[in-house]
Structure formats: structure tokens, C-alpha cells
């Protein structure tokens, strides 16, 4: 029985690509779905009608599509990344853009800028390409603090998992460097609400 359910092609195709993302890990669908939840909460929250969360449930899932292109060993290596390793994971964002990109499908145009911006930073110090403020799509913006929030609770091959208020404490130290201070503010003022789902 096919698990999709389809209202769209763009929808099937969104699905399609998260089905990817699992078959290459298939320890991720819990992180995609906490990203996806949080996400939503926070935009729905700003403002967000109904399509708009339609589109970012879609495309939230696909933030690290471009994964799928990295070697397993490298993603779940134990201990630091070299130099040389970390550009390598760095590519995603370009991998997964390059994947989305030009369809003329609202959820899957939203990923693929997704894909690339999950990473730039608000202060501009980020990645690929060094964006700041809100010259950072919105919805990247939202997927990036919804993304660390999950990957800082989680563990993962190179961490232990962070406590709850140690997280919290991380992602305030990053308001205004890393965060849309109005975005990280709605999601910490509502975290109690949002996490206790």
C-alpha cells in the first residue's frame, strides 16, 4: 500500500523527497517530524494562513535533502570534523537547492530555499552565501531555529544531548547572531505550550 498521502503533484514530490531523506537515514524521520512540528507552531504564531502552513509542512522536512548527496561515515562520524570535512558537509545546502530549485510548485520552491538559507545566519556570518537579517527567507529563518533547537536535544554520533535549559540558554545567546530575535522570541515564549505536545 502506498503510505503517500496525495492531494498534489507538488505534494507527492514533497513526500517523495522526504521518503528519500529516510532511505538514506533511516534514523531521521523523528528529527524531521519535531522540525516540521516546531516549525509550523512558530508560523503559525507569525501570522501564517492556512496554505502558507501548508507549504512549510512540505518543505520543512527537505532542510538537509542535500544530505542524501554526503557519504553516511562522514554524517555520522564520531568526534570533530576536519577542516576539509566541514566544507564538505557545508555542501548540503547547495545539494539540496540544486535538487528543489525551479519548480513551479509553491511547497517545493519554498524547500529548495530552505535547502540553502538554514544556515545563513541572521548577523550574516553564516552559510553559503553570508545573507543577513531579512534578506534570509522567512521560512529559513523559522526551520533554523526550530532545526538547532531539535539537533542540540538530540543525540547524535558526535554529541551527547544537551538538557532543556541548556538549550534554551544556548539558543538566547544566539538571538541576534545566529536568530531572527522576533522569530527565537515567539518560539521561546511559547516553548512550554509547543513542547509539551
Request: aromatic content about 6%; glycine content about 8%; hydrophobic content about 40%.
Amino acid at each position: 500500500m502506498n503510505p503517500l498521502t496525495v492531494t498534489d503533484p507538488g505534494t507527492e514530490i514533497a513526500q517523495r523527497l522526504r521518503l528519500a531523506c529516510e532511505t538514506h537515514d533511516p534514523a531521521i524521520g523523528p528529527h524531521l517530524d519535531r522540525v516540521t512540528y516546531y516549525s509550523c507552531e512558530i508560523a503559525r504564531r507569525l501570522g501564517f494562513d492556512a496554505g502558507q502552513l501548508d507549504e512549510l509542512r512540505l518543505a520543512a522536512p527537505l532542510h538537509d535533502l542535500g544530505k542524501i548527496g554526503l557519504p553516511t561515515a562522514l554524517l555520522n562520524k564520531p568526534g570533530r570534523l576536519t577542516t576539509a570535512e566541514i566544507e564538505v558537509v557545508k555542501s548540503h545546502t547547495h545539494l539540496g537547492h540544486k535538487i528543489l530549485a525551479g519548480s513551479p510548485w509553491p511547497a517545493i520552491e519554498t524547500a529548495a530555499q530552505v535547502a540553502l538559507s538554514h544556515h545563513e545566519c541572521w548577523d550574516g556570518s553564516g552559510h553559503p552565501h553570508g545573507l543577513a537579517g531579512t534578506d534570509i527567507p522567512l521560512a529559513a529563518r523559522i526551520v533554523a531555529v526550530a532545526d538547532v533547537y531539535d539537533a542540540l536535544l538530540s543525540q547524535r554520533a558526535y554529541k551527547p544531548a544537551w538538557d532543556e535549559e541548556a538549550v534554551s540558554d544556548e539558543l538566547r545567546r544566539q538571538r541576534g547572531l545566529k536568530f531572527d530575535p522576533e522569530i527565537l522570541d515567539v518560539f521561546l515564549e511559547h516553548l512550554p505550550q509547543i513542547s509539551a505536545r
